[in-house]
């Protein structure tokens, strides 16, 4: 990553918030990758003195032209093709695009690259830490040794490619090592956290039938050790398909009878094997948050995952060599997949396991620190958490080594751009980035040469073609529409497991439009090149025709001291009515009185729009998340259309389900005539 070099920040709200100063902008690899393609591929050249221009030139290309993008890509990346292809992309059709049609190569092949080094071989490529805050690192000679270790006892296992290896694992070195072992013989890999219990699991694993199954005994979270011997054993009999399973003794029991140690597979001193497969092999398989029914397992390849997370990542991220690359995630969120492919990049990869806030609620900052973090990723809901808390990082670490702070999970609020700003550092790149476990990328988010605006994710990504399309399927700018990408991306799915005719998968991106994808978030594509993200379109607040994202009331609203969090849904009635009810749940201490409602009302009606006041302001004890962290809204907006709760929500995805009970009684209330 390039030197943060910048012009000083404005204080003007109209001028960006931040700029890249021109050092930055020459030394960013998205501007030699600029020059290097206009030589060999015929991209449009750098426009002196102008890196909005630039990008706004390449980003054209990319899209116009996506055969001679993604070679480029592929040759700047030095992509090892084992066997040619005989074309970039064979039909651009969506779905069913087929890219580079005839050539093999290998994922793990390329995530192993820099321990071919002798000069870095003793590097760290990953740096372990837990809750003591202490990192622990894995050099890339040591990584590649227990890939090739551990891949090597897959094949005598059995595991050949195509077949499934499961991970019910935490954020640890052994999960990467286990994903990249797989990749190596061609395996399938698929993976949860240890916090889901054990039907949530099953909902995902026993839909792809894995023949190897890595498990921890239990994991540490917020300072307590929590035990999952009990729902390893329930996972073991409910999967009948099991060659093996393997035992890591993250708390320190002995592996139970019939399962095989972690230590014993990956002590060999074994050169990784790596499995030449075609480019559209299955690599991973992930999961949508499965709220209303079981999650769509969807099947992503080794080719398509390669090409995106190198431009993503040493693109958009501006990520290489000496950096260090901590984002705060679990194995059971695609920012893991994201996070561990930092490695093709040749970057030191962070491995965070533990609690967000533990010991206090600046301990992602401690780990940054500690670390020596470069580019550091967490979610819009933890900035916004440290805001409210009085969080000082800039003050109480040291970050000098953080060049980016970059945020996803939900639209980062205008105040949380002004926060890391003032709290963290002024001369700083803050990207906020928006795509999907659906392509496992981002459409919209960091771009190193580009300034930043409060509230606005920089531009579309390369390769890209995102559109804000109206009820016509008319592009509008400026306006609020539908999130439209025109174009296939390597990473799109190539299909989702046990889907036969591809019914589902045509049913869940291209039933409104089809041939384009359709994401299911309403965005604002601004004339000056930036995307402002406004949630999630299917829990669109629409009063009188006029369309609002529920993330633009939870901003304003969130603001008030008095409201830790809050959660809109818009119901439409028999009588053609619409009623609006925000909950919210309060701080320690507040009360929600008649002072406090008019408060939120005011705030809404000044802030947003008059039509969009709530009709009911209710408190609640909580507000119910995905196991991911994402606010439900449309199960809940379900339970207030008679929806029972459990056909309204999977309860194996919901972090709470006595949480949803609340709403569901407010529901029966309502409909009784009481509430």
Not at 51 to 63: E, F, G, K, M, N
Not at 256 to 282: I, N
Not at 482 to 509: A, K
Request: hydrophobic share 40%.
């Amino acid at each position: 990553m390039s030197p943060a070099n910048t012009a000083p920040p404005t204080a003007d709200p109209a001028q960006p918030l931040w700029r890249p100063g021109a050092d930055r902008v020459d030394r960013a690899a998205i501007t030699r990758f600029q020059t290097w393609a206009a030589d060999r591929h015929g991209a449009p050249r750098l426009v002196p003195g102008d890196p909005a221009a630039s990008y706004a030139a390449l980003h054209r290309w990319s899209v116009e032209d996506l055969p001679r993008f993604w070679q480029a890509v592929a040759e700047w990346f030095d992509v090892r093709f084992s066997a040619p292809y005989e074309t970039v992309l064979a039909d651009r059709s969506m779905p069913g695009a087929r890219w580079f049609p005839g050539a093999t190569l290998n994922y793990a092949e390329h995530a192993l690259r820099a321990a071919e080094d002798p000069a870095r071989a003793g590097a760290p490529a990953l740096l372990h830490v837990d809750e003591t805050h202490e990192p622990r690192p894995v050099s890339w000679s040591g990584l590649r040794r227990q890939v090739g270790s551990l891949a090597a006892e897959l094949r005598a296992l059995g595991v050949r490619p195509g077949d499934r290896v499961s991970g019910y694992l935490p954020n640890i070195p052994q999960a990467v090592v286990a994903l990249l072992a797989s990749a190596a013989v061609g395996a399938v890999w698929t993976s949860c956290a240890p916090d889901f219990g054990a039907r949530s699991v099953l909902d995902r694993f026993q839909q792809v039938e894995p023949v190897v199954l890595f498990t921890v005994d239990g994991y540490r979270y917020g300072g307590k050790e929590h035990d999952r011997t009990g729902t390893v054993a329930e996972l073991r009999r409910e999967l009948p398909g099991l060659r093996a399973v393997v035992h890591v003794p993250l708390l320190g029991t002995p592996a139970p009878e019939g399962a095989l140690t972690w230590d014993d597979l990956t002590s060999g001193d074994t050169e990784p094997v790596f499995e030449q497969v075609p480019f559209d092999h299955p690599l991973w398989v992930l999961y949508s948050s499965g709220t209303t029914g079981l999650p769509k397992a969807i099947v992503q390849s080794q080719g398509g995952i390669l090409l995106e997370h190198l431009k993503q990542l040493g693109l958009h991220s501006d990520l290489g060599p000496g950096d260090r690359f901590f984002w705060y995630t679990s194995t059971g969120w695609m920012m893991w997949n994201f996070l561990v492919s930092g490695l093709l990049t040749g970057t030191t990869v962070v491995l965070y396991d533990g609690s967000p806030g533990h010991p206090r609620t600046d301990a992602q900052w401690s780990v940054a620190e500690r670390t020596g973090a470069t580019f550091y990723g967490t979610s819009a809901a933890y900035v916004m958490a440290c805001r409210k808390a009085g969080v000082h990082p800039g003050r109480d670490f040291d970050l000098s080594r953080v060049r980016c702070v970059a945020t996803t999970g939900s639209p980062l609020p205008p105040d949380g751009f002004r926060w890391i700003h003032d709290e963290v550092a002024a001369d700083l790149w803050t990207a906020s980035v928006s795509g999907g476990t659906d392509v496992c990328s981002c459409f919209a988010g960091a771009v190193p040469t580009l300034p930043v605006h409060i509230g606005e994710l920089q531009a579309p990504c390369l390769g890209t073609d995102l559109q804000a399309w109206d009820a016509r399927g008319e592009p509008v700018t400026d306006e609020v529409g539908e999130l439209i990408v025109t174009n296939p991306m390597p990473s799109m799915p190539l299909r989702f497991w046990n889907d036969p005719d591809g019914s589902r998968y045509r049913d869940s991106y291209f039933d409104m439009f089809p041939g384009n994808w359709r994401h299911g978030d309403w965005i604002t594509l601004t004339s000056h090149g930036g995307v402002v993200i406004h949630g999630r379109s299917d829990s669109t607040l629409n009063r009188q025709g006029v369309r609002m994202g529920s993330a633009d009331i939870y901003e304003a609203v969130e603001r008030l001291p008095e409201i830790r969090e809050s959660l809109v849904i818009g119901v439409e009635q028999a009588d053609g009515g619409y009623w609006m009810p925000l909950f919210v749940h309060l701080a320690e201490g507040a009360v929600l009185d008649d002072a406090l409602r008019d408060r939120v009302k005011r705030t809404i009606r000044e802030q947003l729009s008059p039509r969009h006041v709530p009709d009911e302001i209710i408190e609640a004890p909580g507000v119910p998340h995905t196991l991911t962290g994402k606010r439900i809204e449309v199960p809940v907006k379900r339970l207030f259309q008679g929806t029972a709760l459990d056909k309204a929500v999977n309860p194996g995805s919901v972090d709470d389900v006595e949480l949803l009970r609340f709403y569901e009684g407010v529901a029966r209330g309502r409909s009784g005539g009481t509430a």
